[in-house]
């Protein structure tokens, strides 16, 4: 990881009774935070890997150095070696949705009032009802600007409790965008004890039973990122959008695996999400478009050929769409796209991978992401066979808007009724009932949802033609864009304090 880096704070919304508990990410210099007056931090991650949490009341900031206790034992670390603060406010609304815009924002750009919304633009966020409060959940449809490219997505919901025979979700819009869902329907997902279950990109199930994490992993000069993929944790690999020591501004990542005799097929357990830059940077290429920005909707909307050469540009750029290659004896060969999701919420998807090229007994697998486009996780492979799974799949029995009108028909098919959610603070609250586990069954439950966003964009001005072209036109082009964009941003906030 770079030592000049940028530090994602991760805001904790806490609340009781019918608020919201969420957890949402920040960027800011490490080397130019204060001491936060609204915020408590819990923890840190070191550009090292290291995930440190801290005893209450928190860590202090004083001089460029970070004072706290761990395990009652006294901690210090220069602010340079921190990659990731992870941050607790507390704010209690009850009867409605605490928004993003509640978190106080830390550092060097403070006064950018509400940074992570600023940044990020992507999907309605969905909370989860834990039995005691709402809790940050999904952010489904990710990159789906337009009705041409809508989507469905399958979530799991790690936190959602039943409650008087029910389950209780709350969509909501927090960001300034359009929202536009179509479905939403639980799949209930009863499946042998000790064994897990993750959806591909199509809504297909597979189960996991002896998932396998990398050997190793490291980039092309050699540094060992296996501390940051090897697990799901809080240890998150996402370099900001600026050049390495050589000027690249894509990695090159290398993951070892091993493989037993005669596979030829494998689930790779892809645990990753959009980089909050990334997020953002679909709202600027956007605005390149100025007054053409609407006959550019149109083409996507009305289009499949442009559809499918937007697609083909995701993948050849990886901006939004990871190519995942793998070893074989003719050299490195595309067997997968992983998609990109929102920025907030990252969850595990699998991705079927055909090894059946590959010799001896270890796979090589290869990602090479864009700086400042993705967080990475974490990356497992399982070679076991599916094995079945009961999946019921439930519409919502009630489902009202902010305002409390019966929205349940714009949920409860794919056609074309859509809940419109226009403006921030908008909600839905929707409930569904709870069908009756079978003894000796884990639970899993998904969230198939499907819809789109539209931006709001001020769509006046002459369109940035020179570098719609190059982006469109030369590989690697929009890489550089976000790269310029990133660093006018850092001089901008630096300008205002």
């Known amino acids: 990881m770079p030592k000049r880096t940028l530090v994602m704070v991760l805001v904790v919304l806490l609340s009781v009774g ?7 990410v920040q960027k800011v210099a490490t080397v130019d935070v204060p001491q936060p007056k609204n915020e408590k931090i819990v923890g840190i991650t070191t550009i090292k890997g290291e995930d440190v949490s801290f005893d209450a009341p928190g860590a202090s900031i004083k001089n460029g150095t970070l004072f706290a206790s761990v395990r009652k034992t006294p901690y210090e670390v220069p602010l340079d070696q921190v990659q990731r603060f992870w941050v607790e ?19 060097t750009l403070v006064l950018i009032a509400g ?34 490219l809508e989507k469905d997505d399958f979530s799991q919901l790690e936190h959602l409790r039943e409650q008087d025979g029910l389950y209780r979700l709350k969509l909501t819009n927090e960001v300034d965008e359009t929202q536009f869902t179509n479905l939403t329907e639980l799949w209930v997902v009863d499946h042998a004890a000790g064994t897990r279950v993750a959806a591909d990109v199509r809504g297909k199930l597979h189960t ?8 190793s992993a490291r980039d092309a000069a050699g540094h060992d990122l296996l501390p940051w993929l090897r697990a799901t944790d809080r240890v998150i690999w996402e370099p900001p959008a600026v050049p390495d020591a050589n000027g690249k501004l894509q990695s090159d990542i290398v993951m070892t695996f091993t493989k037993p005799a005669g596979a030829t097929q494998v689930k790779l357990v ?91 007994d270890q796979l090589r697998i290869r990602i090479q992401p864009p700086a400042g486009f993705w967080a990475l996780n974490s990356f497992a492979v399982d070679y076991t066979p599916d094995h079945p799974v009961s999946v019921e799949k439930i519409e919502p029995a009630t489902a009202k808007n902010l305002q409390g009108k019966n929205v349940l028909q714009e949920l409860a098919a794919n056609d074309d009724r859509y809940l419109a959610m226009p403006n921030i603070g908008d909600t839905a609250d929707l409930t569904f ?26 769509a006046t001005g002459d369109p940035d033609t020179k570098t719609l072209q190059e982006i469109e036109n030369v590989p690697g082009a929009a ?10 941003w850092q001089v901008a906030g630096l300008q205002k304090q």
Request: glycine share 10%; aromatic share 10%.
């Open 208 to 215: 996991l039973v002896a998932p396998q994490a990398p050997l």
């Open 479 to 488: 890489a550089r864009y976000a790269a310029n964009q990133f660093a006018q």
């Open 18 to 24: 019918p608020a919201c508990y969420s957890r949402k």
């Open 433 to 458: 009932h709870v069908p009756p586990q079978p003894a000796g069954t884990d639970r899993t439950v998904f969230l198939h949802s499907r819809g789109y966003y539209k931006l709001h964009i001020a």
């Open 270 to 360: 892809a645990n990753a999400a959009t980089g909050l830059w990334g997020s953002y940077m679909i709202k600027k290429m956007v605005e390149l478009r100025g007054r053409d920005v609407g006959a550019w909707y149109t083409s996507m909307d009305e289009s499949q050929s442009a559809r499918d050469a937007l697609f083909a540009w995701e993948v050849r750029e990886e901006l939004f769409a990871l190519k995942i290659s793998v070893e074989e004896p003719t050299g490195w060969e595309v067997r997968g796209i992983l998609p990109g999701t929102g920025p907030f919420i990252s969850k595990d998807r699998i991705v079927l991978l055909d090894v059946s090229r590959v010799q001896g």
């Open 115 to 148: 940074i992570a919304v600023a940044l990020k633009q992507s999907c309605p966020f969905v909370y989860s009802w834990d039995g005691s409060r709402y809790v940050f959940d999904a952010e489904p449809y990710g990159g789906a600007i337009s009705r041409g």
């Open 89 to 107: 406010t507390s704010t209690l609304q009850k009867g409605r949705t605490i928004g993003l815009a509640a978190a106080v924002t830390v550092g």
